[in-house]
């Protein structure tokens, strides 16, 4: 009878997981493998919220010309992005505590709510003011879409089988990098930008719809108050550390006071938040998790590849229209050769881990992958060919698909049933910084070098073409005359050069880390429910 309940609803896979040794626990370890359709029904609504996500920035960011030639408002332009980062890095971890206090359903519910809310009020924004603050309300409630997702696949699926369902994740992750600027153009152009908004609704009520009615999990009610003055330093510590990394180097200079004063703000409200942690009764980043190697490991890892990730998804597409002489207009098509190996290597992880059990190989594979095929990009410059560059980014793909998933399956399997939400966020928020770091020190090595290049070049006229910015547009760079253009080819795989040539050796503290992962066997094998009983609840360390 146990076993036919906890196919149908997960909810108790959820109960017996969080109580290691009781009668239940091999149903647990069973339900999956038998993959019931409600299961299958919340999968796919996860999915879309998870497209959700990652989806939003990409369609906004392709319609951003439109929405300033109609709002004005081009000296507030770069917060239209930043306000709805800085809202997702700082309620990340925050939705992953609601969600182990409180009950995963309602908490992931809430947040899509709130998402859908800011996408509608932004959709109706009149002036660049009002969009700006209606995209802080829609990324407080995006921090919530991809840590609800995780930590919801955590609780219905045992470590063991979730390697089926990466495949599923990378794959979204590759739709959205590659049909969000198609998309994106594709609705501005024909419906208009506030479209790129509005589309947000009828996708959010499918998955609210179907969460709602297929979902089971246990209703919780801690009796604990929220622990506010640890969320307070949290949340300006990450607030401080973001603009940090958004305005270095751009709107101000890295010595500047106002950027010295953001330093100094993130180090004490840090520094506060890890003090207060030891004495809150019930802390948001609960600092017992990251007793375990595995987890602490994994958040470094997710770090790194946040951090070059997003740098070759910055760099790549400027490299290719500015050298190789690429359309924009299909910017995301460039990336399908990383993406695409990405999505296959990933799918094999997962099947790999869920018929052995065995994970570590996947993070030293991809250390070594990612700082090869970073090296090699390193190595472009104004002779290298399409098919080549392609190749190149291939490598890259593979090693990240052999990281992305695996950091937050052993992330999730390093913590108790009770930590999986504050788990998950941690991961994200971590991958989060790492994204924000990357662009900010890689962007001001590639700026400089692009700079300094010019100026080489160019001279004078060099220095002019990039006194404004390193990274110019195809109109721009159409309208400079034929020696100018060709400096800044050069210019441009020279910065690019140093942009990857750093993140290959950042990648190098991939592999490192990864030896000293500790293979722990991951919950839920189903071989080991009958010979051995139920699988341990947390890391042996």
């Not at 109960?15 to 019931?36: C, F, H, I, L, N």
């Not at 950027?259 to 009764?281: P, R, S, Y």
Request: aromatic share 8%; charged share 10%; net charge neutral.
């Amino acid at each position: 009878m146990a076993d036919t309940q906890a196919a149908e609803t997960g909810q108790e896979t959820q109960e017996t997981q969080e109580t290691p040794g009781s009668p239940g626990a091999p149903a647990a370890a069973e339900a999956p493998q038998k993959e019931p359709r409600s299961v299958r029904v919340v999968m796919l609504a996860l999915m879309v919220a998870m497209m959700l996500a990652m989806l939003d920035n990409m369609i906004v960011g392709t319609a951003m010309p439109t929405i300033v030639g109609e709002l004005g408002g081009l000296e507030h332009l770069s917060w239209v992005v930043t306000a709805y980062t800085l809202a997702t890095a700082a309620s990340t971890p925050l939705w992953g505590k609601l969600g182990d206090m409180y009950g995963r359903k309602g908490a992931f519910m809430t947040s899509i709510v709130i998402f859908l809310i800011g996408s509608a009020l932004s959709g109706m924004a009149q002036d660049m003011g009002q969009l700006i603050g209606f995209r802080a309300v829609q990324g407080l409630g995006a921090g919530g879409l991809m840590v609800g997702v995780m930590a919801i696949i955590g609780d219905l699926v045992p470590p063991r089988e979730r390697g089926k369902y990466q495949g599923m994740m990378a794959g979204v992750m590759a739709l959205a990098m590659i049909g969000g600027p198609l998309v994106g153009g594709t609705i501005t152009d024909n419906w208009g930008w506030r479209w790129a908004f509005y589309i947000n609704l009828p996708l959010g009520v499918v998955a609210l719809a179907a969460i709602s009615a297929v979902l089971h999990l246990p209703k919780k009610r801690s009796k604990t108050r929220i622990d506010y003055l640890g969320a307070g330093l949290l949340t300006l510590g990450i607030t401080s550390i973001v603009l940090v990394t958004t305005w270095g180097g751009s709107q101000y200079a890295w010595t500047s006071a106002r950027i010295m004063e953001l330093i100094a703000i993130g180090v004490v409200a840090l520094v506060g938040f890890v003090f207060w942690q030891t004495k809150a009764a019930e802390p948001v980043l609960p600092l017992h998790i990251f007793r375990s190697r595995n987890f602490t490991l994994m958040s470094i890892i997710g770090f790194i590849v946040g951090f070059v990730m997003f740098g070759a998804t910055l760099f790549l597409p400027l490299y290719q229209q500015s050298v190789q002489g690429a359309s924009a207009t299909n910017s995301g098509l460039l990336l399908l050769p990383m993406l695409g190996a990405m999505l296959v290597t990933s799918m094999v992880a997962g099947r790999v881990t869920t018929n052995t059990g065995r994970y570590k190989i996947f993070p030293l594979a991809g250390g070594v992958l990612l700082t090869i095929g970073l090296y090699l990009l390193s190595t472009m410059d104004t002779d290298t060919t399409r098919f080549m560059s392609g190749v190149y980014m291939a490598v890259v793909g593979l090693g990240m698909g052999c990281l992305m998933q695996i950091t937050m399956l052993v992330a999730q399997n390093s913590v108790e049933m009770k930590d999986m939400g504050v788990a998950s966020s941690s991961t994200t928020l971590f991958r989060t910084l790492g994204s924000s770091f990357g662009v900010a020190i890689m962007g001001a090595i590639f700026n400089n070098r692009v700079q300094d290049v010019m100026a080489q070049r160019a001279g004078s006229l060099g220095s002019k073409i990039t006194e404004q910015s390193a990274q110019l547009d195809a109109k721009s760079l159409a309208k400079l005359p034929a020696a100018a253009r060709e400096a800044y080819q050069h210019a441009v795989s020279a910065g690019t050069h140093s942009a990857f040539l750093l993140g290959a050796v950042i990648a190098v503290l991939v592999l490192v880390a990864a030896v000293f992962v500790k293979e722990v066997p991951l919950r839920g094998g189903p071989q080991k429910a009958d010979e051995a009983g139920p699988m341990p609840a947390v890391e042996a360390i």
